[in-house]
C-alpha cells in the first residue's frame, strides 16, 4: 500500500536550557488531513511547531516530512522542501506594503513555483488583499492581517502547513472567516496541521486531533473520537 505519510515525528522533545517543554511525543500527519494539535496555555503546542521547522531546540528519534530527514535542517531549507509556518500573533511587517510582504513569501530562497504565478493565484484567492495591494500591512484589521499571513506563507506552494493559533484574538465572525479559508485550503490538496485554542470549531474541521498536556501527549484520535470524550467535554467543551 502507498505510504501517504506526510510528517512523521517519533519521540520529539524540546528543551530551553532546563525547562523542558515537550518530552518525547510521537505525532503523525498523512497527506491530505487537517489534524489539530491541543491544549492549555503553555502545554507545548507552538514549541512543536517551531521545533518541527527547525526555529526550537529539539531531538527526536525520528523526524521526516516527505519521507526525507528533517533533523538538522535549516528553517529556509524546510520552507523548500514544502513545509510552512504561520506562527503565532500573525507577524506580518506593518511597515511594508501587502505587495512587499507576500513578495518575501515568494522570494528566491523560499518558494518553489514562479513567485509572479503564485501571487496571481493568491491575489484571486484572497479579493481583500488584492485591493489592498499597496497599503501598508499594519494599517489591515486583525483578520486581513491574520489573511496576509497565510497568505505569505502560501507564496512557498507548501505541501504541509503548520498554522499556530490563527484564530486568536479576532471576533467571532473573523474567526469564522479563518476556519471556512482553513477548510477551502484543504479542499485545494493542502495537507495542516493546525494548533488552536478554539477546539470546538477546530474538532469540526479536523480529521485528528491530539491533546498536549505538560509537554505530553495526553489523548489522541479522530476528531470524532475527541469530540465525544470525557475528557475534552469537560475540559474545553464546557459540557
Ligand atoms: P501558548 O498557547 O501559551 O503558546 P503552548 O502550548 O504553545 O502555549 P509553548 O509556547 O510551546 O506552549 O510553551 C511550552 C513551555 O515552554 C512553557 O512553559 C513556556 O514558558 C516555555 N517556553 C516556550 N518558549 C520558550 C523559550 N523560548 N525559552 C524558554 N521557555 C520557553
Not at 30 to 58: F, H, W, Y
Not at 120 to 137: K, S, V, Y
Not at 147 to 158: D, E, V
Not at 163 to 183: K, M, N, R, T, Y
Amino acid at each position: 500500500a502507498p505510504d501517504d505519510t506526510l510528517l512523521l515525528i517519533e519521540d520529539l522533545t524540546v528543551s530551553y536550557g532546563a525547562v523542558e517543554a515537550v518530552r518525547g511525543i510521537d505525532l503523525t500527519v498523512r497527506r491530505g488531513e487537517i489534524v489539530t494539535l491541543l491544549g492549555a496555555n503553555g502545554a507545548g503546542k507552538s514549541s512543536t511547531l517551531n521545533a518541527i521547522v527547525g526555529l526550537a531546540p529539539r531531538k527526536a528519534r525520528r523526524m521526516e516530512f516527505s519521507g526525507s530527514d528533517l533533523q538538522g535542517v535549516p528553517p529556509e531549507t524546510v520552507v523548500r522542501r514544502g513545509l510552512t509556518l504561520v506562527p503565532e500573533g500573525r507577524r506580518v511587517f506593518s511597515s511594508l506594503t501587502v505587495d512587499e510582504n507576500l513578495m518575501l513569501g515568494g522570494a528566491k530562497h523560499a518558494t518553489r513555483g514562479d513567485p509572479a504565478a503564485v501571487k496571481a493565484d493568491m491575489l484571486e484567492r484572497f479579493p481583500i488583499l488584492a485591493e489592498r495591494l499597496h497599503q501598508n500591512a499594519g494599517s489591515l484589521s486583525g483578520g486581513e492581517q491574520q489573511m496576509l499571513a497565510i497568505a505569505r506563507a502560501l507564496m512557498s506552494s507548501p505541501d504541509l502547513l503548520l498554522l499556530d493559533e490563527p484564530s486568536l484574538g479576532l471576533a467571532p465572525q473573523v474567526v469564522d472567516q479563518i476556519f471556512d479559508l482553513i477548510g477551502s485550503l484543504r479542499e485545494r490538496g493542502l495537507t495542516i496541521l493546525l494548533v488552536e485554542q478554539n477546539v470546538a470549531q477546530s474538532l469540526e474541521i479536523a480529521d485528528r486531533g491530539y491533546v498536549l498536556a505538560n509537554g505530553r501527549i495526553e489523548l489522541q484520535g479522530s476528531a470524532e473520537e475527541l469530540r465525544a470524550s470525557p475528557e475534552i467535554q469537560d475540559a474545553y467543551l464546557g459540557a
